[in-house]
């Protein structure tokens, strides 16, 4: 308002007109161009728009201006008139008058000023807009950065930095101590160490409430008013940012207060959410220690330590408390809750080392469910652990062999423990292992022998008390009868789909014998252990079906090539084989088949080859039409295949050597022979010496003595 106007210069006055004039000579140059002349200009002279009007027009000189009535002009006079009607004093309401140069001057500053505040004000938005941006980005593209600063926000007031893994922590390592520490200073340091974990998960609340109220008030609403699913999700999320911070959550909220209720939906999802947290975040890969083990008389002892300590410890005590739960509803009367419980175990011990003899323990006792998929699951569960973790081999086989001889256990979970251990993979670096399986399979067979045994020996005794009360004459025929068969079906109804064949539970004892094949290739025994049950293997050959016997054969030709000693007991028992009519009808006809050339194939013995050879053409021969096709070409296919190997084609292109001995005897004077005796025994040596296809030995055959005559008998028969 003070400052005077200062006067223009020539130049800047010249300046001033050719600005002024310079919306008009443009105008004059476009009519000209467009072909218009002066005149037009002239009568467009009036039509400029406010934005060419001159700054000399705007700044209060025109070209022509209207007179103003007088009538519409105001007086100061009528002003203060005015003014007094109003009860102001005119005198002090007087406005001062200013010249217009003045006012066009105040006017130009002030709409500077205006517009410097305004660009100030928007570089000064920008500016907020920018920083606003900055902070939204690390959200959007990077979410470890906003992490990050909550952490930091958290950090000022917070002794351990709230972490997903509180045990990537990194702290001093103390040494342990040798010292005993009395166990009333042990009670007192954990009461401390207790009581800073609670302040530590105060502070960390309050710290998390002020920085996000919305959210606290959001999860609250959840709590309260969520279903069952909600409430679970949101309780994981709040302990998945810290689990040291959060363990009231952890063991109040979703411990204590869903897993152990009643309601078996709400205690599953709760277990599986805590298996989640475990496997993912609270647990490390080794195990808990409790908080008394730790080196609490150190002087290198600081704060964090008890804290991390004492968490440890009670982290331990609930794992241990979920286990104990997870066990009761392993036993729950719905497959569903047993089922996925056994899948939370399974992860757990695969996932973390903590408790894995007890997990272990409740895994392997799945395979006794009265569920046959549970049961079949739980095997392929323990073979998907021993891929994971094969170091485990021998443990978990331990833990099977438990089960396997524990007492009034049922046929069927000792079937599905025998099939999970033949199916374990086996090498070279395996002996151990191999080892341990065979002695479980031999033990397998004791019990099984000796409860066919047992069996036997009961039915005599049945036996003999029926001939007894036959003898007497008594009415009590039909009782005992009943009886027994009550008894039979009492015994038949536990077994389930397991079929006892012959007395021996035929699916039993060939996965048995099938288990004890694979691993015996892979073990390192002595020879001791299996002289030891060489008896009981041909007591299975002789009590088992065909398929079992050709199983029980294999292996002891298995173990007896090994050494390079076949006995002749074994060669005796296959060469019985082979009058066998369940061979006609059995499913392991190749097996027997390659058993018998492999066999063969290993004889020193020409002769007991030769009889093999004779017998293998007869049980071709005189079946009676029993016989299929298949199992008579590959008989006689191995038949051929043994006469090239061993170069015994005279067999069969050359008949035998009759030699006939001259016999002189004495005769009397009526023609009658003398010394009959010594005739007959003549006789007999003649009978002795030839083909005898009956003897139960293939050595004493005398197989030599003859060709294949059977074949010419083969040629009639027709299929």
Request: aromatic share 6%; net charge neutral.
């Amino acid at each position: 308002m003070g400052k005077k106007k200062t006067p223009k210069t020539v130049d800047e006055a010249a300046k001033s007109s050719d600005t002024a004039n310079a919306p008009e000579k443009i105008l004059l140059e476009n009519i000209l161009a467009l072909g218009g002349s002066k005149e037009d200009y002239e009568l467009l002279g009036d039509v400029l728009s406010d934005n060419e009007v001159p700054e000399t027009e705007k700044s209060g000189k025109p070209k022509s201006k209207k007179k103003k009535n007088s009538s519409d002009e105001i007086s100061e006079s009528d002003i203060q008139k005015y003014l007094t009607s109003l009860g102001l004093n005119p005198s002090k309401s007087k406005i001062p008058v200013v010249d217009d140069s003045q006012i066009d001057l105040e006017v130009d500053q002030d709409e500077n000023d205006d517009n410097e505040s305004y660009e100030s004000e928007i570089d000064a938005e920008e500016d907020e807009g920018e920083n606003e941006v900055t902070e939204k980005k690390p959200v959007q593209s990077n979410p470890q950065e906003a992490s990050e600063s909550k952490k930091s926000f958290l950090k000022s007031n917070l002794l351990i930095d709230p972490q997903q893994k509180w045990y990537s922590i990194a702290l001093d390592e103390i040494p342990p101590s040798e010292t005993q520490i009395p166990e009333t200073k042990i009670a007192e340091v954990f009461e401390k160490a207790k009581r800073l974990l609670d302040e530590e998960t105060t502070r960390y609340d309050k710290a998390k409430s002020s920085k996000s109220s919305s959210d606290r008030e959001f999860v609250s609403t959840i709590l309260k008013s969520g279903t069952v699913t909600d409430k679970v999700s949101a309780v994981t999320l709040l302990i998945q940012e810290s689990p040291l911070h959060t363990f009231k959550l952890l063991e109040n909220n979703l411990f204590n207060n869903m897993a152990t209720k009643k309601a078996r939906r709400e205690a599953v999802l709760a277990i599986d959410s805590i298996k989640d947290i475990m496997v993912d975040h609270a647990l490390p890969d080794r195990k808990l220690m409790y908080f008394r083990d730790r080196p609490l008389n150190s002087l290198k002892v600081t704060t964090q330590h008890l804290i991390l300590w004492v968490f440890e410890d009670l982290l331990k005590k609930m794992y241990f408390n979920l286990l104990r739960l997870m066990e009761e509803l392993s036993k729950d009367t719905l497959p569903f809750v047993r089922n996925k419980i056994m899948g939370n175990t399974f992860e757990l011990l695969s996932g973390k080392p903590e408790q894995e003899q007890n997990l272990l323990a409740l895994l392997v006792n799945k395979l006794g469910d009265t569920d046959r998929k549970i049961a079949s699951r739980c095997v392929y569960l323990l073979s998907q652990l021993l891929t994971k973790h094969p170091n485990m081999k021998l443990v978990v086989i331990s833990e099977v062999e438990q089960l396997l001889f524990r007492q009034n256990l049922q046929e069927r979970a000792q079937y599905y423990a025998i099939t999970f251990l033949n199916q374990i993979v086996l090498s070279s670096k395996d002996s151990n292992v191999a080892n341990k399986l065979i002695q479980i399979y031999f033990d397998m067979f004791q019990g099984l022998v000796g409860k066919k045994k047992d069996e036997k020996v009961e039915e005599k005794k049945v036996e003999k008390d029926r001939h007894r009360d036959r003898r007497k004459g008594g009415n009590n025929k039909k009782k005992p009868q009943a009886k027994d068969t009550k008894r039979s079906k009492e015994s038949t109804e536990g077994v389930g789909d397991i079929t006892a064949v012959d007395g021996v539970d035929a699916k039993m004892m060939g996965a048995v014998l099938t288990g004890v094949n694979r691993a015996f290739p892979f073990s390192k025994l002595e020879d001791e252990i299996f002289d030891k049950h060489v008896n009981t293997l041909f007591t299975v050959v002789h009590i088992g079906n065909f398929n079992t016997s050709v199983q029980a054969l294999s292996l002891i030709f298995q173990v007896q090539s090994s050494r390079q000693s076949l006995s002749d007991r074994y060669y005796r028992t296959l060469y019985e084989t082979l009058l066998d009519s369940r061979l006609y009808y059995s499913s392991k006809q190749a097996m027997y088949l390659n058993l018998i050339f492999r066999s063969l194939k290993s004889d020193t013995s020409m002769n007991r080859t030769r009889a093999f050879i004779k017998r293998c053409v007869q049980s071709c021969v005189y079946t009676g039409g029993t016989a299929q096709v298949p199992l008579v070409c590959g008989m006689l296919f191995l038949v051929s295949e043994v006469l090239k190997e061993k170069g015994l084609w005279g067999m069969v292109i050359l008949p035998e050597e009759e030699d006939e001995e001259e016999v002189f005897e004495d005769k009397d004077e009526e023609g009658n022979a003398v010394n009959v005796s010594e005739g007959n025994e003549k006789d007999k040596r003649k009978e002795a010496a030839k083909y005898d296809g009956r003897k139960r030995d293939p050595l004493y055959a005398n197989a030599n003595l003859t060709c294949l005559w059977e074949l010419v008998r083969k040629r009639k028969v027709t299929f």
